[in-house]
Each structure stands twice: as C-alpha cells, then as structure tokens.
C-alpha cells in the first residue's frame, strides 16, 4: 500500500493543480477564448451575409446586364432596320430621279430628231421643188419651141391661177 500513498499524493497535486489551472482558466482565460470564438463566429456570420448581398448584388448586375445586351440588340435591330428603310427610300428616290432624267433626255432626243426629221423634209421638198421645175422649164422648152405655142401655154396658167382664186 505504501505504493499506493505516494501515488494517491501525486493524484492529490494533480488534482488541485488541474483545479487551479482549471479556475484560473475558467476565469481568465476561457471568457477570452469564448468572446474569440464568438468575435470569429460573428465576422464569419458578417462575411457570409456580406457574400450572400455580394451574390445577390452579383445576380441583379448579371441581370441588368442581360437586360441591358436584350435592349442593345432591339436597338441595333431598329436601327439597322431604319438603315435599311433609308437605304431604300434612297435607292427608290435615285431610280426615280434617274427614270426623270432619262425621260428628259428622251424627249429632248425625240425633239432633236423631230427637228431633224423636219428640216430633212424641208430639204427634201426644196430639192424636189428644184428638180421639178428644172425638168419643167426643160420639158416646156422643148415642147415650147415655137412662139405661138408658149404664148398659147402661158395664157391658159394663166386662166388656171386665176380661176382658183
């Protein structure tokens, strides 16, 4: 048994060194380990809800975002289709002024040649007027070769204007 007191007196300072260490601790320093657990316990509980608003904030951005490229392609769409309208409208205007003045050189070139035409037929008569009374003065000279009857052919034009008047 003797074995057993110097055991027992060990266990006894174990004890009563645990106790105080114990005490002490639970004094002084499990409140400050407890309000360190608790001040990290918090800023986690912070940084989470901190991240959850970051996330939320996040999601409403991306949205915005999405809405945002939605409303740049409508956009885009309405003005390339404006584009197109005042690509045509131009286009459509172009042909018309074209098809005008085509039109003008059309009917200046059908004046031209009318006028052309007009003074070609003059010509035409002129000459034709030439060429008739040449044959006549040469068809009238031979068959007029003798006074009486040139005098006799000159009394009936004569008649012949006169009656028409």
């Known amino acids: 048994m003797s074995l057993l007191l110097p055991d027992s007196g060990l266990l006894f300072w174990m004890f009563l060194s645990f ?8 004094k002084y320093g499990f409140p400050v380990i407890v309000k360190m657990v608790e001040g990290r316990k918090t800023y986690i509980d912070q940084s989470l809800e901190v ?3 970051a ?5 409403k951005l991306k949205e915005e975002g999405e809405a945002l490229v939605v409303a740049a392609n409508k956009e885009q769409g309405r003005i390339l289709k404006e584009a197109m309208q005042e690509r045509d409208k131009i286009i459509h205007e172009a042909r018309r002024q074209a098809e005008v003045a085509a039109q003008k050189e059309l009917d200046e070139v059908k004046r031209q040649i009318q006028i052309e035409k007009d003074e070609a037929i003059r010509d035409i008569r002129r000459q034709v007027a030439v060429l008739s009374v040449d044959i006549a003065e040469k068809v009238i ?25």
């Not at 106790?19 to 639970?26: C, S, T």
């Open 141 to 165: 000279r031979k068959n007029l070769n003798k006074k009486d009857e040139q005098m006799e052919m000159i009394d009936r034009m004569l008649d012949e204007v006169l009656n028409k008047n």
């Open 51 to 53: 991240a959850r608003e």
């Open 19 to 26: 106790g105080i260490v114990f005490v002490v601790l639970a």
């Open 55 to 59: 996330n939320a904030q996040l999601s």
